[in-house]
């Protein structure tokens, strides 16, 4: 699904958050309706002193095998390793930002861009979401808050069928998420809203003809 067309005006913002952990975070929001907003949550930078000290407890390891082994390939392979898993690293783990595209008459979209400039999308429609809830849970030995989409369980009116959570790379803190949190109940707010009543009908004037 593609964005909102780059004609659209959009009001934008920024506020500064912080993650579990007290990492710093960049909350951007675009506001191009009533009906369409996106949040772009930009995750903490790749670490430069522990990735060094990763790739020096690799190499030091290496050297420490070739002095006994005396087999230069060891060092040649850490080299290698040292570079896939890098690579690996910022192909399939590091997040750089997080992106949700709310649109009340199409659906909610998910991005998450890499490191490495690659993006994963998911798309739910809105008919299949319930609600969006503040949820808890369990995060190393605390009690961490984080943002979830409920879904509609097609057999059961009720019922909930799957729980889809936001922000997993970025884990925000509880005022960051009541921010994005009360922006996505105005929007389905006033999805439900046009979907109750799409339009208005005209007052008619009661009053008869003199004629």
């Given amino acids: 699904m593609a964005g909102p067309g780059a004609g659209e005006p959009a009001m934008e913002d920024e506020r500064s958050f912080s993650d579990i952990c007290g990492g710093r975070l960049a909350l951007h929001r675009r506001y191009y309706s009533p009906s369409c907003l996106e949040f772009c949550l930009s995750c903490p ?4 002193r ?3 000290a990763v790739t020096c407890t690799v190499w030091l390891a290496a050297y420490g095998l070739f002095t006994l082994c005396e087999n230069s390939m060891i060092l040649s392979a850490a080299i290698f390793i040292t570079l896939l898993g890098l690579l690996g690293y910022l192909h399939f783990v590091k997040i750089d930002h997080e992106t949700l595209l709310i649109i009340d008459s199409l659906g909610i979209q998910m991005t998450s861009s890499y490191a490495s400039g690659k993006e994963s999308t998911t798309f739910i429609e ?3 979401v319930k609600d969006v809830i503040i949820n808890e849970a369990i995060y190393m030995q605390k009690v961490i808050y984080y943002l979830c989409i409920l879904l ?3 057999v059961e009116p009720h019922g909930i069928s799957q729980v889809v959570p936001l922000f997993q790379s970025a884990k925000p803190r509880l005022d960051c998420l009541i921010e994005v949190y009360r922006s996505c109940q105005e929007i389905l707010a006033h999805q439900k809203a046009t979907s109750t009543n799409p339009f ?3 007052v008619l004037s009661s009053k008869g003809d003199d004629s």
Avoid: E, F, H, Y
């Fill in 50 to 52: 522990s990735l060094t």
């Fill in 200 to 202: 208005r009908k005209p």
């Fill in 45 to 48: 930078r790749i670490s430069l």
């Fill in 152 to 154: 509609k369980d097609p």
């Fill in 126 to 128: 809105m008919g299949k």
